[in-house]
């Protein structure tokens, strides 16, 4: 009989409560608290067995500033972001809008085309990238055949080639993937839309900047999200095509953590790893919150 | 009722699912990927519950089916003679890295019973992993080796605060090989590049490049080991009392010299990874020299119509005394995992075999015949296996020759710091070799950069 004090919203509450629990809990166990262990590690200092709280409060953070290899990865980080991420955005989108057009022949086709390298491994195609731009390899050989070059040239051995092949490979692997966002977005744009814009004289150019982005802003700024921290966390291209060499010219942020954890020449240093690890989820959250910020139309 | 417990069912099979299905997605970047992707092709150690076998049979680590294996495996074949029933069961590791790994996994868990009774390790990183896990090895200082008539320089990376830990396997004597039929072709013989100095070998080196376009010597640049075996010829370590020290020594600038002379008058090939030095600098055809740790013979060896036209000699010094380095290498350690009279089996063993025991000799001749392993051991450098002449290098008797080598390396100062050490000097390297020469940096500004950021990490991990 008791249960007839319980109303309906109640029980249906109670179910709520009950689907959500194990999912809950399993986030909360598999994601949150080894969180808040890494935090915790982050405030240990020693190599191998030796680990204990630091000194100084906070140590292993005052020390990622003046440690050079690190301030270089976060350079070398923000240099892949600020070049590779626009063009990639820039080149998915008008990809998009050409394979968007009801008229080409084959779209399918070429749809898939563009699509295609997301299909391929980050390690597999970081080693076809790297024995392709090889000081023996097959871009050197065309370019020598072809009078462009007079000698080999030691792409992945010269810090601003490296870092150019390794965008290059970046933009190959990650601008199809982004398109079909743009793609998807573009599908629920009316094409009464479009119409009415070339009734009232649009040109091309004009209807792409005045209906095309606007309408796909929600899927843009998601895009750039994705990508910016994609990009933040970046490490596949680094280990497997250079190596994040010449002289760490071209190593990122998560590679050095993972040089500082799992490299296996070195003994860990666990607690100065987590602490960078914490940098770069700080840092992807300002500039997400950015991003949103810039992006919200709402006043 | 039932219905609900169905559901129920289904609600947590949902978001198992959808769990992992977190665990793939991506942005664009990195993934899971990347750990799965690098050694899948190699062998796999798996876990080893070392009580789990029988009383006459001992587990160990190691990599290099073409190389450590048959050595263990020439030990085990040496052993039954003395032991008929023992076995030993070796687990084939991806590689070294795999081994530490493993050690570091142990180790931070703090439970060793998932590692072998025997490790191999390489030498160069003994010191810092038995500094920072202490009890993960058995110091076998107390058993007897005859330890006098193995390379002390060998003995030295094995020999922690004066405890010995390690039974010695391979010799990391280093061996400067030349294309004697390049030098003839530019006019030299073996002797204009024996007991030179560095000066008059960058005139070769020189000359070699401008009349048949072979480099004199290459390396890997990612993970260059020239400085180091170049300085231990001079009987000088980057190390001084524990600290990165490489400016305070003239003739480690002078060193660093020669490398960035050798590689602007095309004598050096600086290459971009350790498979572009193998594969293409060195069986490319790419060289007229190969200076390195004498395991590098296989890799020379796989270019087949460079028969007979190979020899080796010594390195060059600042000098102009024949040099003797050694680089890399590795030997054999007892595990905490092995207790009681195991740990009595393991160290007969490896003293039987690897330590100069009985079986020494026999272990270390079919260790050479069957995988190319030169020992450290000088009564083994006196059989007739190590006396003949191989083909390759003008039936020159270059085992027995190595074996010598090893016995002239001079102990130079280790550090558990070798391979951030490395790290730097290979970005100084980098600077000092940039095509750009106006961008360079003096020899002076380039070393002191290496040293102190090795001595900032040194100090931070010490804090």
């Known amino acids: ?299 | 009722m039932k219905k609900r417990f169905v559901s129920l069912m289904m609600a947590g099979a949902l978001t198992a699912t959808a769990l992992v299905g977190c665990g793939s997605s991506s942005g664009s970047g990195s993934d899971a990927s990347s750990d799965s992707g690098k050694k899948d092709e190699n062998p796999t150690a798996k876990a080893v519950d070392a009580s789990k076998e029988g009383d006459n049979e001992l587990s160990v680590y190691a990599w290099d089916a073409g190389f450590n294996i048959p050595a263990l495996k020439a030990a085990e074949k040496a052993y039954q003679k003395k032991n008929p029933d023992f076995k030993l069961n070796i687990v084939e590791t991806a590689d070294s890295t795999e081994v530490q790994n493993r050690i570091i996994l142990a180790g931070n868990a703090g439970d060793y019973s998932t590692l072998p009774d025997i490790t191999l390790f390489q030498d160069h990183g003994i010191h810092q992993y038995t500094t920072n896990y202490p009890d993960v090895w058995k110091s076998v200082g107390d058993k007897d080796g005859e330890w006098d008539q193995f390379s002390q320089e060998k003995l030295s990376y094995s020999t922690i605060n004066k405890k010995h830990y390690g039974y010695p396997v391979d010799n990391g004597a280093v061996i400067f090989a030349y294309r004697t039929d390049i030098l003839e072709q530019c006019g030299y013989t073996m002797d204009d590049v024996t007991g030179i100095t560095w000066d008059q070998w960058l005139e070769v080196g020189k000359t070699v490049h401008e009349k048949t376009g072979k480099y004199l010597l290459s390396m890997d640049n990612s993970g260059n080991d020239l400085p180091y075996m170049m300085l231990q010829a001079e009987g000088i370590s980057q190390f001084k009392d524990g600290k990165a020290s490489l400016t305070k020594n003239d003739k480690i600038e002078k060193i660093f010299e020669v490398l960035q002379k050798a590689k602007d008058n095309g004598s050096l090939l600086l290459c971009n990874s350790w498979s572009d030095y193998t594969d293409q600098s060195i069986q490319g055809d790419q060289v007229a020299g190969v200076m390195n740790g004498n395991w590098i013979i296989p890799t020379m060896q796989k270019v087949k119509e460079n028969s007979g036209k190979w020899a080796i000699t010594t390195l060059p010094t600042l000098s102009g005394e024949e040099g003797y380095a050694s680089n890399g290498g590795s030997s054999l350690y007892i595990t905490a995992a092995c207790k009681g009279k195991k740990a009595d089996l393991a160290k007969d063993f490896l003293h039987y075999t690897f330590g100069g025991g009985d079986g020494a000799v026999e272990t270390y001749d079919a260790a050479l015949t069957e995988g190319g392993v030169i020992s450290t051991f000088a009564p083994a450098g006196k059989s007739d296996v190590y006396s003949k002449g191989v083909e390759f290098f003008e039936n020159q008797p270059i085992y027995q020759t190595i074996v010598e080598y090893g016995t002239h390396v001079k102990e130079v100062e280790q550090s558990d710091y070798h391979y951030d050490l490395r790290t730097n000097v290979n970005t100084a390297i980098t600077n000092l070799t940039q095509k750009d020469k106006s961008k360079r940096p003096t020899v002076k500004d380039a070393l002191k950069e290496a040293e102190e950021t090795t001595n900032a990490k040194m100090e931070a991990d010490g804090q």
């Open chain 1, 1 to 299: 009989m008791n249960n007839m004090g319980i109303n309906i919203q109640k029980k249906q509450q109670r179910a709520g409560w009950f689907f959500l629990a194990p999912a809950a809990l399993l986030i909360f166990v598999m994601n949150f608290y080894p969180m808040f262990q890494a935090f915790m590690m982050s405030l240990k200092t020693g190599v191998g067995k030796n680990m204990h709280f630091t000194t100084v409060p906070f140590f292993n953070y005052t020390r990622m500033f003046s440690d050079k290899i690190f301030k270089q990865s976060i350079g070398n980080t923000f240099f892949y972001l600020i070049i590779q991420v626009p063009v990639m955005l820039i080149l998915a989108i008008l990809l998009a809008q050409i394979l968007n057009n009801k008229d080409l022949k084959f779209r399918g086709l070429f749809r898939t085309m563009v699509f295609l390298p997301c299909a391929t491994s980050l390690v597999s195609y970081s080693l076809i990238f790297k024995s392709l731009f090889a000081t023996r390899g097959l871009m050197n050989e065309i370019f020598i055949k072809l009078g462009i070059f007079k000698d080999y040239y030691n792409f992945l051995g010269d810090p601003w080639s490296a870092k150019i092949i390794i965008i290059i490979a970046l933009l190959w692997r990650w601008t199809g993937y982004n398109m079909v966002f743009y793609l998807a977005g573009l599908q629920n744009i009316e094409y009464s839309v479009y119409e009415a814009a070339k009734i009232d004289g649009a040109n091309g150019w004009k209807t792409f900047w005045h209906i095309t982005v606007p309408l796909l802003k929600p899927t843009i700024i998601m895009t750039f999200i994705m990508s910016i921290n994609g990009t933040l966390q970046l490490f596949d291209e680094s280990v497997n095509l250079t190596n994040g060499g010449p002289a760490n010219t071209s190593i990122t942020m998560s590679h050095y953590i993972y040089n500082n954890s799992f490299s296996g020449t070195n003994v860990p240093n666990f607690g100065y790893a987590s602490a960078m690890s914490f940098f770069v989820f700080i840092l992807v959250g300002i500039l997400a919150f950015i991003n949103l910020k810039v992006g919200d139309s709402r006043d």
